[in-house]
């Protein structure tokens, strides 16, 4: 028999969680549990050289835009002191 709301037609939420509540597992039961070393040790290490990766490839696209402002800057002015030395 399906779940009826206070206005006694199926809604379509009623049928949405109606199984068992999920079982809560702590981080430390993952983590070192059988003394395999836990998600953390397993991948840290990756993760880092990655982020490292990731910080220089972030580096070095902020000084291309930089540089590339500069030299747009750079450009005005000098297409501004261009027309004002012809009058």
């Known amino acids: 028999m ?3 709301s206070s206005y006694g037609t199926v809604q379509w939420g009623d049928h949405l969680n109606n199984g068992p ?3 809560h597992v702590e981080p430390s039961e993952i983590g070192e549990a059988g003394g395999r070393g836990g998600v953390k040790a397993k991948y840290g290490k990756k ?3 990655g982020l490292g990766k990731t910080k220089a490839v972030a580096s070095s696209g902020a000084r291309k835009v930089k540089e590339g402002t500069s030299a747009g800057v750079q450009w005005i002015k000098d297409m501004y002191h261009k027309t004002t030395l012809k009058r």
């Open 47 to 49: 993760v880092g050289e």
């Open 21 to 23: 509540a999920p079982a």
């Open 2 to 4: 399906e779940a009826n």
